[in-house]
């Protein structure tokens, strides 16, 4: 049987690697929702210039994203408030 992995190893483990966008925040947000470009072509405007293998970090953007409350739509109360 293999060896189970703890699931706090496996979270620091995202967590630590998520860290490596960390510098690319301001870009990333300017690029996603300023400029409103899909995910894919910001992954890969910020592959370009970290030179990282941002492809296979797909799940890692989506929770950076999350993480820092980048949005690019209203959410429902959002919408109330405004209105």
Same mark, same amino acid.
């Given at each position: 049987?293999?060896?189970? %992995? ?22 990333? %947000?300017? #690029? ?34 999350? #993480? ?16």
């Amino acid at each position: 049987m293999a060896p189970r %992995t703890n699931q706090r190893q496996a979270t620091n483990r995202g967590q630590l690697a998520g860290r490596a966008l960390d510098p690319y925040r301001e870009r990333i %947000t300017q #690029l996603y929702k300023i400029e409103k470009r899909p995910l894919n072509e910001v992954m890969g405007i910020i592959g370009q210039e970290s030179k990282m293998d941002v492809f296979s970090m797909e799940k890692m953007f989506k929770d950076r994203l999350r #993480l820092w409350n980048v949005k690019r739509n209203l959410s429902r109360t959002d919408v109330a408030a405004a209105l």
